[in-house]
């Protein structure tokens, strides 16, 4: 048997020592260079009724492109047989749209600009003649505005339905439709606020004052559960000069 000296431990501790050592810079370094996670991706859907529009769902899409914003995709299915041909339920307006949406505030503040296509016959005026629906019947340019921290809540949408399609015989039928909302949260789970919404046909054969179709204002109430919600808007319609009510409930989540 040989003897070891110090020297010849000490040389091999250091030489082990060395070595795991750089095992791990290398493993640092392969983390270092692994591909980026995957964009976040989203979906969003909900359903909506009121006294004017009855049932309506919507759904959108959106994938992260960087960490503030994203490319959004949307749908709106309006189920109203009065959209459609002759009120016979076929022929529905559809809308599909895409656009993006910019965060800002630290996430708190999304604005989402987008360009909608629509299809059917609302807009182009042969509603009731008993004609098929038309592909690209109108555009609708809108904008969605969100803002949410821990005591406040609020939204804006505005959108300019045009028409760009008809047939020889009838006349093009554009509105404007914009409401908001804005609220205090009282608990993270139930807020409250008022509800403003207003609808205005600015060109057709429908054409009305300037208080428009309604001018609906009142207030809201609303319970959150996570990324879900529930909130109901009631009270009059102000752009008539009888007092109408309305009412409108919608709900949805976000996954």
Same mark, same amino acid.
């Given at each position: 048997m040989f003897a070891t000296s110090p020297r010849s431990v000490l040389s091999r501790s250091l030489l082990a020592l060395t070595l795991a050592l750089a095992g791990e810079a290398?493993?640092?370094? &392969?983390? =270092?260079?692994?591909?980026?996670?995957? &964009?976040k991706t989203w979906y969003s859907t909900s359903l909506n009724q009121d006294i004017f529009f009855g049932f309506t769902p919507t759904a959108q899409v959106g994938i992260g492109l960087t960490d503030t914003i994203d490319l959004t995709g949307y749908a709106v299915f309006w189920t109203i047989p009065a959209f459609g041909a002759?009120?016979?339920?076929?022929?529905?307006?559809?809308?599909?749209?895409?656009? !993006?949406? !910019? =965060?800002a505030l630290g996430g708190k503040l999304a604005l989402n600009p987008q360009l909608g296509l629509l299809s059917g016959n609302l807009l182009s005026g042969t509603g009731g003649t008993g004609r098929k629906g038309l592909v690209g019947e109108g555009i609708v340019p809108n904008l969605t505005v969100n803002y949410n921290d821990d005591s406040l809540e609020a939204q804006f949408y505005g959108g300019y339905y045009i028409g760009t399609r008809t047939a020889r015989d009838s006349k093009n039928n554009d509105f404007l439709h914009y409401w908001s909302f804005a609220g205090a949260k009282i608990t993270p789970a139930f807020s409250v606020g008022a509800y403003w919404e207003h609808l205005l046909q600015t060109r057709g054969a429908g054409v009305e004052g300037a208080d428009g179709v309604y001018a609906w204002f009142g207030p809201y109430v609303q319970f959150k559960h996570g990324d879900a919600f529930l909130r109901f808007a009631g009270g009059v319609d102000v752009a008539n000069d009888t007092v109408y009510d309305f009412y409108k409930v919608s709900t949805g989540m976000t996954f």
């Amino acid at each position: 048997m040989f003897a070891t000296s110090p020297r010849s431990v000490l040389s091999r501790s250091l030489l082990a020592l060395t070595l795991a050592l750089a095992g791990e810079a290398a493993a640092d370094d &392969a983390s =270092k260079t692994e591909a980026p996670a995957p &964009a976040k991706t989203w979906y969003s859907t909900s359903l909506n009724q009121d006294i004017f529009f009855g049932f309506t769902p919507t759904a959108q899409v959106g994938i992260g492109l960087t960490d503030t914003i994203d490319l959004t995709g949307y749908a709106v299915f309006w189920t109203i047989p009065a959209f459609g041909a002759g009120g016979s339920g076929q022929n529905l307006w559809t809308e599909f749209g895409a656009g !993006v949406n !910019v =965060k800002a505030l630290g996430g708190k503040l999304a604005l989402n600009p987008q360009l909608g296509l629509l299809s059917g016959n609302l807009l182009s005026g042969t509603g009731g003649t008993g004609r098929k629906g038309l592909v690209g019947e109108g555009i609708v340019p809108n904008l969605t505005v969100n803002y949410n921290d821990d005591s406040l809540e609020a939204q804006f949408y505005g959108g300019y339905y045009i028409g760009t399609r008809t047939a020889r015989d009838s006349k093009n039928n554009d509105f404007l439709h914009y409401w908001s909302f804005a609220g205090a949260k009282i608990t993270p789970a139930f807020s409250v606020g008022a509800y403003w919404e207003h609808l205005l046909q600015t060109r057709g054969a429908g054409v009305e004052g300037a208080d428009g179709v309604y001018a609906w204002f009142g207030p809201y109430v609303q319970f959150k559960h996570g990324d879900a919600f529930l909130r109901f808007a009631g009270g009059v319609d102000v752009a008539n000069d009888t007092v109408y009510d309305f009412y409108k409930v919608s709900t949805g989540m976000t996954f």
